[in-house]
């Protein structure tokens, strides 16, 4: 069993094509950087929850996007892309920090996080399909992956356009925000009830 089969073995489960399931898995065997199963999700803290920081943290936040993604796509009725939004959502920040970081835990390309989506679906699609042979449901996976910062991506051409890549967006939106003060509000107004 591979790595990616061990830690996401859950959200692997929910992908119901074996097709997508499996190129999902083969994605991770072929791109994965080593520093992906260990890193934070925020290299500076600034803009991300606590739960996504430190080691690991970059699962737990792929994680939370596919929650939020579940819930996501069904307040909006588009769980018709189901599969599709796990994948992408799995894969999504796969070369976060590119070519990985220095000593001092920052980026070693400048850039890299207004990028990386960009960079990785272009990887991805760039696999001996030209345009009329790509499956559809690759070609959905690639756009969100290229669209997932919606604003925060430096390519405008590659914001979000569709109904799907702004359900990917939103789900990496909301799993990346800094929820920790609301939930010390309303802890110390439990304590104080």
Wanted: net charge negative; glycine share 8%; with cysteine.
């Amino acid at each position: 069993m591979s790595r990616v089969e061990e830690v996401f073995v859950f959200e692997l489960k929910m992908i119901n094509s074996k097709e997508i399931r499996q190129f999902v898995i083969d994605m991770f065997e072929e791109l994965c950087p080593d520093y992906f199963w260990t890193v934070p999700c925020s290299t500076s803290g600034k803009y991300h929850p606590q739960y996504a920081l430190g080691v690991g943290g970059l699962i737990r936040h792929v994680k939370s996007a596919i929650w939020w993604g579940i819930e996501l796509s069904r307040a909006l009725e588009m769980e018709r892309y189901h599969d599709e939004m796990v994948a992408t959502l799995l894969l999504h920040d796969l070369i976060k920090n590119g070519k990985g970081l220095d000593s001092n835990g920052r980026p070693l390309e400048s850039g890299v996080t207004g990028t990386h989506g960009v960079a990785l679906a272009a990887l991805i699609s760039d696999d001996g399909y030209d345009d009329s042979t790509m499956p559809e449901w690759k070609e959905t996976i690639c756009g969100g992956i290229a669209a997932h910062m919606g604003i925060w991506t430096t390519n405008p051409a590659f914001r979000p356009k569709g109904p799907f890549e702004n359900l990917i967006h939103l789900a990496d939106y909301c799993a990346s925000r800094k929820v920790d003060e609301l939930i010390n509000i309303l802890e110390e107004e439990k304590t104080n009830g």
